[in-house]
């Protein structure tokens, strides 16, 4: 047949589902699996925002809404951007979409032509580099350090910015790393973006799974940078909602008006009942998620010391999120049972097949000397999975 999509063709599988998808596979073929894998939380959706789903289905409350969303939805995520974030924004500035994934591909379809460069940080999210390319923009990757916590610096920023600059893509707290920006430091990136009239696509979507400090949104710290921001977030994370895919955008009313275009084609509207779950959600108790970030915050604190405590292995202290990145450098042309570790696919394979622990290898993010360890898993697998990882480089 005639050549297929060449541009298509070269976007990458993602790294992170194949070893998730052998760890399954190995569990299901009855071993004993101890995964660090997971990127959703390990709780179930809170009871009302499932009974509010329920009742909008039993009032047949089924059929398309608007394509960009319901306006009650819209005027939901208004109230919660002016209460947490002091963000006033107007209806006419949200778009919903079908996770906050689909949120960041039409952010990126809005901005960008060929020949755009958008800075992506290194260690970065999987999909980010690929939504760039999809885009038919370039993503320029810049390389942070974790003397930094893995956050940009001025410097890097600057370097990376010529006259093809589009955007810069901002993610706090961050996946992979749990690095949470200051005030001050955005400031300094809200500034730079300014100076050089770039957006920025501020991916929001870990805001509620705080420990240390408090979060910012870059687009609330003056109203020019406002203007050049997107602000990317969504259900998934912060309302333990991964399977419901709805995640929302706002930004000015330019790039909402295109958004509301392509996705009218594309998609139509995200899921009717998951809205109208959305709703509840973000108007109702913030107890649930307290619980949920109180779980997750005794076992950061378990992994962080249980992980230092292991020879040739460390990491820093992530302030959000719920991931740690481990440090295997020292690990680095070691032999193990046959196993010669290379970098942190070898590794993450070895500790799969010989420790039975499945871990994410840095390479899939760009940073091939770490590791990442979920903990959206119990205190209990985190102690014997941290065990074997132990007994398998002793
Ligand atoms: N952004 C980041 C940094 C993520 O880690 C994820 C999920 O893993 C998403 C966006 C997408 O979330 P969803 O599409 O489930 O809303």
Request: include cysteine; glycine fraction near 6%; aromatic fraction near 8%.
């Amino acid at each position: 047949g005639k050549i297929l999509s060449t541009k298509n063709g070269k976007i990458s599988p993602s790294i992170t589902l194949a070893i998730t998808a052998k760890a399954k596979k190995m569990k299901a073929d009855g071993i004993d699996i101890v995964s660090f894998g997971a990127g959703e939380p390990d709780f179930n959706t809170p009871k009302f925002i499932r009974e509010a789903a329920i009742d909008a289905m039993e009032k047949g409350l089924t059929g398309y809404t608007p394509a960009s969303g319901l306006l009650d939805l819209k005027n939901a995520i208004c109230e919660k951007f002016k209460r947490d974030n002091n963000l006033d924004y107007k209806a006419e500035n949200i778009v919903v979409s079908s996770g906050a994934k689909h949120s960041l591909f039409n952010a990126l379809q809005a901005i960008c032509n060929p020949g755009d460069e958008i800075i992506v940080p290194v260690p970065f999210w999987v999909s980010y580099p690929e939504l760039v390319k999809l885009a038919d923009a370039t993503p320029v990757l810049v390389q942070t350090t974790e003397e930094n916590s893995f956050k940009y610096t001025r410097e890097e920023l600057l370097d990376s910015i010529n006259e093809n600059t589009k955007a810069i893509i901002l993610n706090s707290p961050n996946n992979p790393t749990g690095s949470v920006y200051t005030k001050e430091e955005l400031e300094e990136i809200a500034k730079i973006a300014i100076d050089n009239d770039i957006y920025v696509i501020s991916d929001e979507i870990y805001e509620k799974l705080m420990y240390d400090g408090e979060h910012v949104s870059i687009a609330s710290l003056n109203e020019e940078i406002k203007d050049l921001t997107i602000v990317i977030n969504g259900m998934s994370k912060a309302y333990a909602m991964t399977g419901w895919r709805i995640g929302y955008m706002a930004a000015k009313k330019e790039i909402i008006s295109i958004i509301n275009n392509v996705q009218s084609h594309a998609t139509s509207n995200p899921n009717t009942m998951a809205q109208y779950g959305s709703i509840a959600a973000l108007r109702g108790d913030e107890g649930p998620i307290r619980d949920m970030v109180c779980a997750f915050d005794e076992r950061r604190k378990f992994m962080v010391d249980r992980i230092n405590s292991i020879e040739n292995l460390s990491c820093g202290t992530p302030k959000g999120a719920f991931y740690v990145m481990i440090n295997i450098s020292k690990l680095r042309g070691k032999t193990f049972d046959g196993y010669k570790i290379e970098g942190s696919m070898d590794f993450a394979n070895y500790l799969l097949d010989k420790a039975k622990v499945a871990v994410i290898p840095g390479v899939a993010f760009g940073a091939d000397n770490y590791i990442r360890l979920s903990y959206a898993t119990s205190l209990d697998n985190i102690k014997e999975g941290l065990n074997r990882i132990e007994g398998a480089i002793k």
